[in-house]
Each structure stands twice: as C-alpha cells, then as structure tokens.
C-alpha cells in the first residue's frame, strides 16, 4: 500500500504528522483530493475540514482557517494560522464569535477594517458549519 507524509502546522503547534492514503481539503478553486505521486503544486487553502485517512481506513478531521499547501510526490503540508481538531470545534462558540464579528463589520468605517471583518466571518462561518457537520456525522454514528 502506498502512503503519503501528511503535516498539519498552525501558528501555535503541529496538529499531525505521520502518514496517510488520502488527504481532502477546501482549495481556492475548489475540493482538493490528494493520493500519494500527486504532482506538486503550492496554493492557498479556503477555511474549512481537513480529512486524513489514515493507513488503518479510520480518518483524522481537523478545521482549518485558511493558509498554504505544499504537495509534493510523497508529502503534503498543511500550514495554516488557525487549525483546530474536529473533537475541540465548539459551534456555539464559533456562532457567538460570528454575532461579534457581523457588529464589528456594521461599525467598521475603512475598507481595510471591513476585509479584516469580512475574512474572519468567513473563517468563523466555516468553522460553524464544520461543528454542525462533525456533530451531525457523531449523532448518526451513535445511532
């Protein structure tokens, strides 16, 4: 079987390392699946869930607020300045921080404040629809 080396960095710590059979994660243009011998490519990455499925079939989620990938033939590497893994996601937090946010956008006077708002609501969106998501697929794991 091959695998791929996966990191998974954010500001404050490294979230994964080891090795997978696929990785998905939200590109810019789109859904990115990678295998292992995927051609290189650097691009940024919108907010969104992080899949890994490890060597075993089980998959490791992590949310992530944007940032860079790195894909070579047998690495991927994620870095990302907010990444939270899918059992510390909190959607009631995510919705309190998305109320602050949408005030803080209705108070902003200059455009540079507005896109400072703008991009963190949509991080904070896709971290709530994340949590939605997860808890969703835990229910009907339980069931």
Not at 2 to 29: H, N, R, T, Y
């Amino acid at each position: 079987m091959s695998l791929i080396k996966v990191d998974v960095v954010s500001a404050e710590q490294s979230l994964f390392e080891g090795e997978a059979k696929f990785v998905a994660l939200p590109g810019e243009a789109g859904e990115l699946g990678v295998l292992p011998g995927h051609t290189p490519l650097i691009t940024r990455i919108r907010p969104g869930t992080l899949k890994i499925v490890m060597p075993d079939d089980s998959e490791e989620t992590i949310f992530v607020a944007g940032g860079l990938l790195e894909i070579q033939p047998n690495h991927v590497t994620v870095l990302s300045d907010t990444a939270i893994r899918a059992a510390d996601l909190d959607e009631a937090k995510a919705e309190e921080a998305r109320r602050q946010a949408e005030e803080s956008l209705r108070n902003a006077k200059d455009k540079a404040d507005i896109a400072v708002v703008q991009a963190e609501l949509e991080m904070l969106a896709a971290q709530a629809l994340a949590a939605r998501k997860l808890r969703g697929v835990s229910r009907r794991g339980m069931n």
